[in-house]
């Protein structure tokens, strides 16, 4: 397979900051998340990555993230091996190789058009897989997905880069065409959202990110009365906790006292 030019700009071109660091982390001696399709595709793209600068702890941070969504997927689906995934900002994200879901799923990727032109020259298609080339914001793309299967919505470093009406509007239409299922996502609280306008590589970008943050979990379940809040997690897991170097543990360990920086990103589950 051949080498991909990549002109993607501004919030589509931060899926280069995620696709490198997961790779990045995946070449690591013992790895968090072993991502082999993020390593060829990192490989094969015609991209400059040294100007986004990722630092190894983003690789490490990003890996233990789309670990923890990687795990309530396949949670999701070992309950509804019959469910839909839908995976939201999908960039060049290869959760649905580690995943693996069983022909009985029905796993759609969505992202903007000229991402998905771009996913489709990158990875092979897969049976029960679909591509989706559309905003989220734009709400006919829906209309393709059954509406008779319970669904796992995964939504992995989207949520910032929507203005938090677009997200409300988002959430409702999804609740409103599926018959139930779960949300997962990264979130953050205004203070988070402040730093990751400011983040390096972001900034690298010119991406345009929302002026919102989420800073209580619940606030969501106000959105619609089928949500619910499932899981709220602000601190590692031990099995993350163990694969971090001492210097991030250490900083982890003072971190903890104070509940405003623990709130700046977390991972959040919703039923609905
Ligand atoms: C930080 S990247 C994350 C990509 C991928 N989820 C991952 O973790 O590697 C953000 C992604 O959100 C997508 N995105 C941002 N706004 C979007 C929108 N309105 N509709 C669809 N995709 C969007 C971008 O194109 C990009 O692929």
Known sequence: MGIEPV???KEKETLLITLYGKAMESRSKDPILRDEAAEEAVRRLDYDFSKLKVRKRDGVSLAIRAKQLDLWTKEFLAENPGGTVLHLGC????RVFRVDPPASVRWFDVDYAEVIELRRRVY???EGYRMIGSSVA????????????PAMIVAEGLLPYLEEHDARALIARLIDHLPGGQMAFDAYSRLGARLLRAHPSVKVT?????????????ELEAWSPRLQLVTELTSYEPWALAKLPWVHRAAYALARRIPAVMRIGRLLRYRF
């Open 7 to 9: 002109h993607l700009t």
């Open 91 to 94: 960039g060049l994200d290869t």
């Open 124 to 126: 092979g298609e897969r």
């Open 138 to 149: 734009e709400p006919r793309w829906l209309a393709e997905i059954p509406a008779d299967r």
């Open 206 to 218: 010119g991406a345009s990110l929302g002026s919102w943050g989420i800073d209580d979990p619940r």
